[in-house]
């Protein structure tokens, strides 16, 4: 058993992989043993989280997940906790090894109870798991509410009750609190529990493969990269070797998203940071950093050694550029209202489609609401499977895709999405989307692949906003100067 962290490298997989896993696995073992080792491995983590509880309550469905719960019951009264087992479902209808384990429970002692205990130290979710086929309603739906709602420490058994395993979609409306939350992940790691609802629902996850190495045949629908490899720049390096990024962005009054991007990218190691301002009146000099150079859009050298980050700030005017920029920027990084124009032009979608044919690297960085747009869809389409959007996007035109929000995805045609594991709330302020457009556009010029590019810049991203001082607020200039790490 280990703990899940933003170093992790692993491969995640689906609903209907995870079933066939087990069922090869069970076959292949005694009977309940999978079960056993699960029920064994829960309590084992709800000891290390309450090792001093008096009383553990663990919710148990009909299902194996409640299975597993009866299991850890069992363990856990083994060794002198107070176990208040409450159960949903009739004992003649569950699966044959959940009732075994239900049988077992009752002979060693556990107590049971038709209503929660008073006062609890550890919450235990072994309601569903995986085996959610609709809304949860009734007694379950209340548990699970009483669960989330109190102060104690809450720990779901295989998955949080209620989530989606392969989106991260939760069908119950369940607020952050202040009480921790823990997730033991079993057999295989889940989507859902790192994207959309899932951070929120599932806490601390943790992870046990229960003896079972998934076969090579079971492809994993997205993966975990982990921390960036460190980049060292050769000695005799200057700063033509290190690229140059081009931002085309800031039109009237939103120039500061401009100056943010290319203050992300040359903090992050651009060798030279043009800005093509979109506001006639834009000074052409910042006295903040001079490193920074100015261009008029018309005059900008779209040549194959720059890399362009577009979009950060561009309004309506955007659209004007657009034609060039997709038609001449060999690398490039198309952000906010760049992605706007696009969702509603035919012609530049077919523009954009066209760069992968010539072997040009591009990245998208939609939020929600801007995927929804370039897919025709609604923001809530989007975010009820993040996953399947990015892919979407992806294979729709052809660059790597950056879906932004919580459990960020990284999408790229014939390649399994990557989910980001960094990152908290504290990036929910203005314009520290337009410091990942340039932290990605740096990784471009330095001659990254596009996906690649976009999957260290978004961890790094991440990475800041988790180590940040919690003294002090995060913003997006200060955000921008920390880029390179």
Same mark, same amino acid.
């Given at each position: 058993?280990?703990?899940?962290?933003?170093?992790?490298?692993?491969?995640?997989?689906?609903?209907?992989?995870?079933? %066939?896993?087990?069922?090869?696995?069970?076959?292949?073992?005694?009977?309940?043993?999978?079960?056993?080792?699960?029920?064994?491995?829960?309590?084992?983590?709800?000891?290390?989280? +309450?090792?001093?509880?008096?009383?553990?309550?663990?919710?148990?469905?009909?299902?194996?997940?409640?299975?597993?719960?009866?299991?850890?019951?069992?363990?856990?009264?083994?060794?002198?906790?107070?176990?208040?087992?409450? +159960?949903?479902?009739?004992?003649?209808?569950?699966?044959?090894?959940?009732? !075994?384990?239900?049988?077992?429970? %009752?002979?060693?002692?556990?107590?049971?109870?038709?209503?929660? *205990?008073?006062?609890?130290?550890?919450? &235990?979710?072994?309601?569903?798991?995986?085996?959610?086929?609709?809304?949860?309603?009734?007694?379950?739906?209340?548990?699970?509410?009483?669960?989330?709602?109190?102060?104690?420490?809450?720990? +779901?058994?295989?998955? *949080?009750?209620?989530?989606?395993?392969?989106?991260?979609?939760?069908?119950?409306?369940?607020?952050?609190?202040?009480?921790?939350?823990?997730?033991?992940?079993?057999?295989?790691?889940?989507?859902?529990?790192? @994207?959309?609802?899932?951070?929120?629902?599932?806490?601390?996850?943790?992870?046990?493969?229960?003896?079972?190495?998934?076969?090579? @045949?079971?492809?994993?629908?997205?993966?975990?990269?982990?921390?960036?490899?460190?980049?060292?720049?050769?000695?005799?390096?200057?700063?033509?070797?290190?690229?140059?990024?081009?931002?085309?962005?800031?039109?009237?009054?939103?120039?500061?998203?401009?100056?943010?991007?290319?203050?992300?990218?040359?903090?992050?190691?651009?060798?030279?940071?043009? &800005? /093509?301002?979109?506001?006639?009146?834009?000074?052409?000099?910042?006295?903040?950093?001079?490193?920074?150079?100015?261009?008029?859009?018309?005059?900008?050298?779209?040549?194959?050694?720059?890399?362009?980050? $577009?979009?950060?700030?561009?309004?309506?005017?955007? %659209?004007?550029?657009? *034609? %060039?920029?997709?038609?001449?920027?060999?690398?490039?990084?198309?952000?906010?209202?760049?992605?706007?124009?696009?969702?509603?032009?035919?012609?530049?979608?077919?523009?954009?489609?066209?760069?992968?044919?010539?072997?040009?690297?591009?990245?998208? @960085?939609?939020?929600?609401?801007?995927?929804?747009?370039?897919?025709?869809?609604?923001?809530?389409?989007?975010?009820?499977?993040?996953?399947?959007?990015?892919?979407?996007?992806?294979?729709?035109?052809? $660059?790597?895709?950056?879906?932004?929000?919580?459990?960020?995805?990284?999408?790229?045609?014939?390649?399994?999405?990557?989910?980001?594991?960094?990152?908290?709330?504290?990036?929910?302020?203005?314009? @520290?989307?337009? &410091?990942? !457009?340039?932290?990605?556009?740096?990784?471009?010029?330095?001659?990254?692949?596009?996906?690649?590019?976009?999957?260290?810049?978004?961890?790094?991203?991440? /990475?800041?906003?988790?180590?940040?001082?919690?003294?002090?607020?995060?913003?997006?200039?200060?955000? !921008?100067?920390?880029?390179?790490?």
């Amino acid at each position: 058993m280990h703990r899940i962290t933003a170093d992790s490298v692993a491969s995640l997989y689906d609903t209907a992989a995870t079933r %066939r896993i087990e069922r090869d696995a069970a076959a292949a073992l005694p009977p309940r043993t999978l079960m056993q080792r699960a029920g064994l491995a829960v309590a084992r983590l709800a000891m290390a989280i +309450a090792p001093d509880a008096r009383t553990i309550w663990i919710a148990c469905g009909p299902g194996n997940n409640g299975g597993d719960g009866f299991e850890a019951a069992r363990r856990l009264h083994q060794r002198g906790f107070g176990v208040v087992v409450t +159960a949903v479902g009739a004992v003649d209808r569950m699966p044959d090894d959940a009732r !075994a384990s239900y049988e077992a429970a %009752r002979r060693a002692g556990v107590a049971f109870a038709d209503a929660p *205990p008073g006062n609890y130290a550890l919450a &235990v979710d072994a309601l569903l798991g995986i085996g959610r086929s609709r809304e949860p309603e009734g007694q379950l739906a209340n548990w699970l509410r009483q669960m989330h709602g109190g102060t104690a420490p809450l720990l +779901a058994v295989d998955l *949080p009750s209620g989530l989606d395993a392969d989106t991260g979609a939760h069908t119950l409306a369940l607020q952050p609190t202040g009480s921790p939350r823990h997730c033991l992940a079993l057999l295989t790691l889940k989507p859902g529990l790192f @994207t959309a609802q899932g951070r929120d629902a599932a806490g601390e996850v943790w992870f046990d493969d229960l003896g079972c190495i998934p076969p090579k @045949t079971e492809v994993p629908v997205a993966r975990f990269e982990g921390r960036p490899a460190e980049h060292v720049s050769a000695h005799a390096s200057h700063k033509g070797t290190r690229g140059d990024v081009a931002v085309v962005g800031g039109a009237s009054g939103m120039v500061g998203a401009s100056r943010l991007a290319a203050s992300a990218a040359l903090h992050a190691g651009a060798g030279r940071v043009v &800005v /093509a301002s979109l506001d006639p009146d834009s000074p052409m000099y910042d006295p903040v950093l001079p490193e920074l150079m100015f261009r008029r859009p018309e005059a900008l050298d779209s040549a194959a050694s720059s890399t362009i980050v $577009c979009g950060c700030g561009g309004g309506m005017a955007v %659209r004007a550029v657009l *034609p %060039r920029v997709l038609s001449s920027a060999h690398a490039l990084v198309l952000d906010a209202d760049a992605l706007n124009a696009i969702a509603l032009d035919a012609s530049l979608q077919t523009q954009l489609r066209s760069r992968s044919a010539r072997g040009w690297r591009t990245v998208l @960085t939609p939020h929600p609401l801007e995927a929804a747009r370039l897919l025709d869809k609604d923001t809530a389409t989007v975010q009820s499977d993040r996953l399947r959007a990015a892919m979407q996007l992806a294979e729709n035109f052809g $660059c790597t895709v950056v879906l932004k929000g919580s459990g960020t995805v990284i999408a790229t045609p014939g390649e399994p999405p990557a989910i980001n594991l960094t990152g908290n709330a504290r990036l929910a302020t203005a314009g @520290t989307g337009d &410091v990942l !457009a340039g932290m990605i556009g740096a990784r471009l010029a330095s001659g990254q692949s596009a996906s690649v590019a976009a999957r260290d810049a978004v961890w790094q991203h991440g /990475a800041l906003a988790d180590h940040w001082p919690a003294t002090s607020a995060l913003t997006a200039s200060a955000l !921008a100067r920390g880029s390179g790490g």
